[in-house]
């Protein structure tokens, strides 16, 4: 046996757990630009299929209905599959499903890809809070998550360019192809290098593993039945629903309708509105930087974290609808852009603290429970891509155009946003009635 192959039992600890967020960076960057790309490729899909703004809402909500619909069976999945078999498949189908986006030749089409595409992404950071919770000290996983979340947000910048580019050059349906391509690379690579249990990873050694249990036991293989009666009763798991159904009612406006709002009430090009999105969604990756390094620290600066973090909730959201309220006013398309990022730096700070908050909130449930509250956005994703749709067309009937159309409307985002900022502020942490733990296998 090589030496090097034994020695860091006995040297220092490996760092396998940190090669590990550099997966997990790749899985939430490819997830977000998988995403985005579409909204991007809105204007051209409805001048190539003759799709009017209510009909491409429909497009778009079916992502946001089967992403809802499968997030908790398939966060439950994980619990008892583990993730390795479920992120490898997840990324596999949605990945299947975007290059099939550019197949589509009509409304129903569209409508049943996104739908499976929708699917096959539900499930993705349910299992990655899983992950999370099995291979990163409580101490560290602030920090992770906020790199991680940063990444997605890194993948949104580059969707809106890289898809305009990609459009103007190769067309709305091989764009689509090119980004399927990437993540069949990524789950060949993760489905080889991860294990569930650090314990059995063989580059991670036992001062690596005391590292990651600090103190702790590992957790069971099977967390046991859901206590639903408790879970639907829990103050602290409807609050964190709440706030992420309101969040996703604010953020998927861009991830779904930007361009199109700076095309139809700014005149942008299609590449000019590609460059202020990512504006846009660069402030949301500082906001996720900054969000998980202060999710690390409060613990430290506080003797109640979990009121540090609801204090910061609400004065985050409340700075968001001030930023999107100013911006909305301004004639500058890149003045608006740079108060939006703001807006959007805000609000992302905070979402590294609601999941230093929400896993432990799920107790033994990680996957099944953060499925559920990460599932509920649903319900304001859905919403706002109806509501934008259906909306602008209605100002249209009324005789308006241009921003007299579309302004008006994130005068609700700008409510929904201070809505948030008072659930934050209610937020108590409540410990599930559970049944006895299961034996650990």
């Known amino acids: 046996m090589r030496f090097d192959m034994i020695s860091p039992d006995f040297d220092k600890p490996t760092r396998a757990r940190f090669v590990l967020v550099l997966w997990l960076c790749g899985l939430s960057a490819v997830l977000?630009?998988?995403?985005?790309?579409?909204?991007?490729?809105?204007?051209?899909?409805?001048?190539?299929?003759?799709?009017?703004?209510?009909?491409?809402s429909y497009v778009l909500m079916a992502f946001s209905l089967a992403y809802g619909l499968f997030e908790i069976p398939t966060g439950r999945l994980g619990d008892r599959r583990g993730s390795r078999f479920l992120l490898t498949r997840i990324v596999l189908w949605w990945s299947a499903f975007t290059a099939l986006t550019g197949v589509c030749t009509g409304l129903l089409g569209l409508m049943a890809v996104?739908?499976?595409?929708?699917?096959?992404?539900?499930g993705a950071f349910p299992n990655a809070a899983r992950v999370i919770a099995r291979w990163f000290p409580v101490h560290e996983r602030g920090r992770v998550q906020g790199v991680m979340l940063a990444a997605a947000q890194f993948g949104g910048i580059a969707a809106p360019t890289a898809a305009a580019g990609l459009i103007e050059t190769l067309g709305w349906r091989w764009s689509f192809a090119l980004f399927g391509m990437l993540g069949v690379v990524w789950a060949v690579g993760f489905w080889w290098w991860f294990r569930d249990d650090p314990a059995i990873h063989p580059d991670v050694n036992a001062l690596e593993l005391k590292q990651i249990r600090n103190g702790m036991p590992p957790p069971a293989?099977?967390?046991?039945?859901?206590?639903?009666e408790s879970i639907l009763t829990n103050r602290g798991i409807l609050a964190l629903s709440a706030i992420m159904i309101l969040g996703s009612f604010y953020t998927?406006?861009?991830?779904?309708?930007?361009?199109?709002?700076?095309?139809?009430?700014?005149?942008?090009?299609?590449?000019?509105?590609?460059?202020?999105?990512?504006?846009?969604?660069?402030?949301?990756?500082?906001?996720?930087?900054?969000?998980?390094?202060?999710?690390?620290?409060?613990?430290?600066?506080?003797?109640d974290p979990v009121r540090a973090r609801r204090y910061l909730g609400a004065v985050c959201y409340t700075i968001a609808a001030a930023s999107l309220f100013a911006g909305i006013?301004?004639?500058?398309?890149?003045?608006?852009?740079?108060?939006?990022?703001?807006?959007?730096?805000?609000?992302?700070?905070?979402l590294p603290n609601w999941w230093s908050v929400a896993i432990p909130q799920c107790g033994r449930h990680v996957g099944a429970l953060f499925g559920l509250m990460n599932g509920a956005g649903v319900i304001g994703a859905m919403s706002s891509q109806w509501f934008v749709g259906a909306f602008s067309e209605w100002r249209k009937r009324q005789g308006y155009s241009g921003r007299e159309q579309w302004d008006p409307l994130f005068d609700v985002y700008v409510g929904a946003l201070l809505l948030a900022a008072v659930v934050w502020w209610s937020y108590r942490y409540e410990p599930l009635n559970e049944s006895p733990e299961p034996e650990k296998t």
């Not at 991007?40 to 491409?56: F, R, T």
């Not at 996104?114 to 539900?122: H, P, S």
């Not at 293989?221 to 639903?228: I, M, R, T």
């Not at 000019?272 to 906001?287: D, E, K, N």
């Open 329 to 350: 006013r301004c004639d500058d398309a890149f003045a608006l852009a740079g108060l939006w990022g703001v807006s959007f730096c805000a609000m992302h700070v905070t």
């Open 114 to 122: 996104r739908f499976l595409f929708g699917a096959g992404e539900a």
């Open 252 to 303: 998927y406006f861009f991830y779904s309708w930007f361009p199109k709002y700076l095309s139809a009430a700014r005149g942008m090009d299609n590449l000019r509105s590609g460059t202020l999105a990512s504006i846009v969604l660069a402030g949301s990756a500082a906001g996720m930087l900054f969000g998980g390094w202060l999710a690390d620290q409060i613990p430290k600066w506080s003797a």
């Open 221 to 228: 293989a099977d967390p046991g039945p859901l206590p639903w």
């Open 32 to 56: 977000y630009l998988d995403r985005i790309c579409m909204s991007q490729a809105v204007v051209p899909i409805q001048k190539e299929l003759d799709l009017s703004d209510s009909e491409i």
